[in-house]
């Protein structure tokens, strides 16, 4: 059964509408990469090292323009049940300016090589819990990167934070906009009092609210709540409760994450019974009724899970087709390369990504000893930035325009691409995709399977993609 959710438009006529397919869904729902990256993670190589990344940092500098900075700050006080993410646990306060010490250590190695006289008009604090850091931890680390690198300090600029609402006190949120940040992302999941307690998330709507309330005072703009479905204890019934109150609260941005149980990879998933979980069928209703009641409520479809009021700035964005996809998400700065800082943390030029060690201990004994501490990564061939390129415009604008394609790369898209203009077929014979002959659109029925769609462009998924990606819906 193939249901239009509700009318949606941009500005270059990519479609008019999102629309639900039961059959498609069960027929395309497989795995493949979410491509906060191409290539993938999952291609990164160990043989990638500090020199390499250098030289890739080198390149960068001679190219010039603006940088985005990105922290990872691993701490958080509570263990929720159902992360993924690379985290330390510990009540311990007093760890965190050593690790903010490292970190700076860190920016003073990186900086050079980027170049400091760069502007960094894109800053982010994740993690882990970022407000894990105290007021003077965080003003430390502002005012050591502000002597490091040039921090915009205009209205352009876009520094964001995560934030755990169980980790706000009185002056948190004053003490981030004085250190200069404008937007934020609550971590909330679910406002069931069952599913939290399964999860060890408890977050009284209550709690989320005030912290909601004090930053729209305070003057924050772009205000992300994070959800995620396929929760223990979660039904259509519950969840639509908790999107009545989420959309009560009106935030500027909503993303919708599905979870993927993998406690063989995860161990805080194990304390996660599976027969809690809701059902497969019962997952894809969460995710129906979820898509309809956003769209319903005002809110435009960015893809990938993301969710935005239309004044928002990535709805602009994807309007103007100025919308780009990097490891933070959906971003409006596609012109940044991307210097990462602290255990874990990807980096990316125009033609390389380096990543961090994984390893708390090993990245602190590589910054104690005056190193860099990259452990994996891989540089682009030309092959790969071309399809970095063409499933950027796919997830971002839903579309190729051969024009674009060919003033961009002085090349022939159907002569680059016959093989997968080809495997394009069937999905064209479904209704996910169409052949303008100027354009390759994807249409409604296409939107929600964008992953399926840019694995066809995906030189390393040639013959499907593996077990360790999740699957698309």
């Not at 659109?441 to 296409?446: F, M, Q, T």
Request: aromatic share 10%.
């Amino acid at each position: 059964m193939a249901v239009e959710a509700v009318q949606w438009d941009t500005a270059t006529g990519i479609g008019e509408a999102l629309v639900w397919d039961d059959a498609l869904i069960r027929r395309y729902d497989l795995s493949g990469p979410r491509y906060t990256s191409y290539p993938t993670a999952v291609e990164f190589q160990s043989g990638f090292g500090d020199e390499d990344m250098v030289q890739a940092a080198l390149r960068s500098r001679q190219k010039g323009g603006p940088l985005s900075l990105y922290t990872h700050l691993p701490f958080c006080a509570h263990l929720c049940y159902y992360c993924a993410c690379n985290k330390v646990i510990t009540k311990r306060y007093d760890r965190a300016m050593p690790y903010v010490e490292r970190l700076l250590r860190e920016a003073e190695l990186q900086a050079p090589l980027f170049g400091p006289d760069r502007t960094v008009t894109q800053l982010h604090w994740g993690g882990g819990t970022p407000t894990f850091l105290p007021r003077d931890a965080m003003r430390h680390l502002m005012q050591g990167y502000a002597e490091r690198f040039r921090l915009a300090d205009d209205d352009q600029r876009d520094f964001s934070i995560e934030i755990d609402p169980r980790e706000v006190a009185d002056d948190t949120l004053s003490t981030l906009r004085e250190l200069g940040f404008n937007r934020i992302s609550l971590g909330v999941q679910d406002v069931n009092p069952q599913v939290q307690k399964a999860v060890n998330r408890i977050q009284p709507r209550a709690m989320t609210e005030a912290v909601l309330d004090e930053a729209r005072r305070l003057g924050f703009g772009s205000i992300n709540l994070d959800l995620i479905y396929g929760l223990p204890y979660q039904t259509p019934e519950s969840f639509a409760e908790t999107l009545d109150s989420v959309i009560e609260l009106s935030p500027d941005r909503l993303s919708v994450f599905s979870y993927a149980h993998l406690p063989e990879r995860f161990y805080p998933q194990t304390r996660i019974a599976n027969d809690t979980l809701p059902t497969p069928a019962q997952k894809l209703t969460i995710l129906h009724n979820t898509i309809r009641r956003l769209l319903e409520a005002g809110y435009e479809y960015i893809g990938m899970d993301h969710f935005a009021k239309p004044d928002d700035s990535l709805a602009v964005a994807q309007r103007e087709g100025r919308l780009h996809r990097n490891f933070q998400g959906y971003t409006t700065h596609a012109e940044c390369d991307l210097v990462s800082l602290g255990v874990s943390a990807i980096g990316q030029t125009d033609d390389a990504y380096f990543q961090n060690n994984h390893d708390l201990p090993a990245w602190e004994e590589a910054i104690d000893n005056g190193q860099l501490a990259i452990t994996r990564g891989v540089n682009l061939s030309w092959d790969d930035q071309i399809r970095r390129w063409v499933i950027g415009e796919l997830i971002c604008h839903f579309g190729l325009d051969r024009d674009r394609f060919q003033q961009q790369w002085a090349l022939d898209f159907d002569h680059y691409f016959a093989d997968e203009l080809k495997r394009l077929q069937p999905m064209m014979r479904d209704g996910l995709v169409a052949d303008t002959g100027t354009s390759v659109l994807v249409l409604p029925a296409g939107r929600l399977l964008i992953r399926a769609i840019c694995q066809l462009f995906d030189r390393y998924r040639k013959e499907g993609a593996s077990q360790r990606f999740s699957r698309i819906i």
